[in-house]
């Protein structure tokens, strides 16, 4: 069994964006409000409460453009947030809908093939451990299944190294 971990966007470049920063079509992220139903922060990976402000922007979670780096709208706390920290667990914004896309992408960040499916809540941790398990999956995405819109990463829980001891 592979242990997996979920993945929060990153606080850099969340603080780009609280900062004034461009998102990934080069626009200042729009303000609005939240209506408190389907809002997630990617950040904190917790609903945006009604009545709370929210910045939305264009966000590619990939480090470089190419073919398969998918960009798309997603919303983010506009007051700066705590970074989601319990990553063993299925984050909170994931309990929101019934049903996700899970897909897998190899170490060039391109999308593996058959490995994308629409998935139920109960099953994303186990779908994202037997995708993890493959030799050609270096992580995995976890999208909205009605929007394509990313919501957080699956990765690897790599192991310590062993230190040797001297006895």
């Given amino acids: 069994m592979t242990a997996i971990r979920f993945v929060a966007m990153p606080t850099a470049d969340a603080e ?44 590619r979670p990939f480090p470089e453009l190419q073919p ?3 960009t798309g709208p997603i919303f983010l706390h506009k007051q700066p947030c705590r970074r989601y920290a319990a990553e063993e667990i299925l984050p909170p914004v994931l309990t929101t809908s019934r049903d996700f896309i899970v897909r897998g992408y190899n170490e060039n960040n391109r999308i593996v093939y058959g490995t994308g499916a629409v998935t139920l809540i109960g099953e994303i941790a186990a779908y994202g451990e037997k995708l993890l398990a493959r030799p050609d ?25 062993l230190v040797e001891t001297g006895a």
């Avoid at 964006?17 to 904190?44: F, Q, V």
């Avoid at 999956?137 to 190294?161: E, G, L, M, T, W």
Wanted: hydrophobic content about 35%.
């Fill in 16 to 59: 780009h964006l609280w900062n004034g920063g461009r998102d990934a079509y080069d626009r200042l992220p729009e303000t609005m409000m939240s209506d408190g139903d389907g809002n997630p922060c990617r950040h904190c990976l917790q609903n945006i409460e009604e009545g709370e402000e929210m910045l939305v922007f264009a966000y």
């Fill in 68 to 70: 398969y780096a998918e």
């Fill in 137 to 161: 999956i270096a992580y995995v995405h976890v999208r909205s299944a009605r929007n394509n819109c990313f919501q957080c990463r699956i990765d690897k829980i790599k192991a310590p190294a």
